[in-house]
């Protein structure tokens, strides 16, 4: 099935690290949303986008929806052990109802 | 609150049964989407239903079916279980129709087809 294109597919960082991820797509998007999955559980909603151009933070998270509606990024700041975990960009296109298309996912790993 | 409750959360079966998940919505919800995420393929989208009727369907073979109670509440049907269907099977409510309105999956029934 179509996916997003997500990158990088892992990253190994030190406590304290930030760290950058992005997702790219051929086609346009109305919202962008990022996910944290934790082994074992559902996607947990960790920022939502709604405008092309919009940054949103949420604590140490800055999301951004890209200009060309087509990309967004995810930053975390000064990374913590619980940051580890899987991060999921999806996004939802105004002809798609409720339907989500997710990325690969992003592994975290933090290195005390 | 109470949050998105699916059952049961493990599940093994054997090739050719069938099988149904079930997701309780969070309270006042009336939206309940449903997601297969498997290593290979991620998560992709089964279906969603609102006030009981399908609005929304993946590309996903007939043996995949779903319905809507009154009470919001969702079941999912994989009949003629194939190896290949061995997956964590998400659901996600929301108030509304579409993911500006609070989407928030549950934890998972984890199917094993064995």
């Known amino acids: 099935g179509q996916q997003l294109n997500q990158n990088p597919q892992s990253m190994f960082i030190q406590e304290g690290e930030d760290v950058s991820m992005n997702c790219t797509s051929s086609?346009?998007?109305?919202?962008w949303l990022w996910y944290k999955q934790d082994p074992g559980e559902g996607p947990v909603l960790l920022i939502a986008?709604?405008?092309?151009?919009e940054l949103t933070s949420n604590g140490r998270l800055t999301a951004q929806f890209g200009i060309t509606r087509k990309d967004s990024f995810l930053n975390i700041s000064a990374s913590i052990p619980s940051d580890v975990g899987i991060y999921f960009c999806?996004?939802?296109?105004?002809?798609?109802?409720?339907?989500?298309?997710f990325g690969e996912g992003t592994q975290l790993t933090v290195n005390p | 609150k109470a949050g998105v409750t699916q059952t049961p959360r493990y599940l093994i079966k054997t090739r050719g049964q069938q099988v149904t998940l079930s997701c309780s919505p969070i309270?006042?919800?009336?939206?309940v989407s449903w997601y297969q995420q498997t290593p290979g393929q991620g998560l992709q989208f089964l279906f969603e239903y609102f006030s009981e009727t399908q609005r929304n369907k993946g590309n996903f073979p007939g043996r995949f079916s779903g319905r809507q109670f009154s009470n919001s509440r969702s079941e999912m049907n994989v009949s003629t279980l194939e190896l290949g269907d061995s997956a964590l099977y998400l659901c996600?409510?929301?108030?509304?129709?579409?993911?500006?309105?609070?989407?928030?999956f549950g934890s998972g029934t984890r199917l094993t087809v064995v």
């Open positions: 999806a996004g939802q296109r105004e002809t798609s109802g409720s339907r989500l298309t």
């Open positions: 996600a409510s929301s108030w509304q129709e579409g993911p500006n309105y609070g989407y928030t």
């Open positions: 086609s346009i998007f109305n919202t």
């Open positions: 309270s006042g919800h009336r939206s």
């Open positions: 986008l709604y405008k092309a151009g």
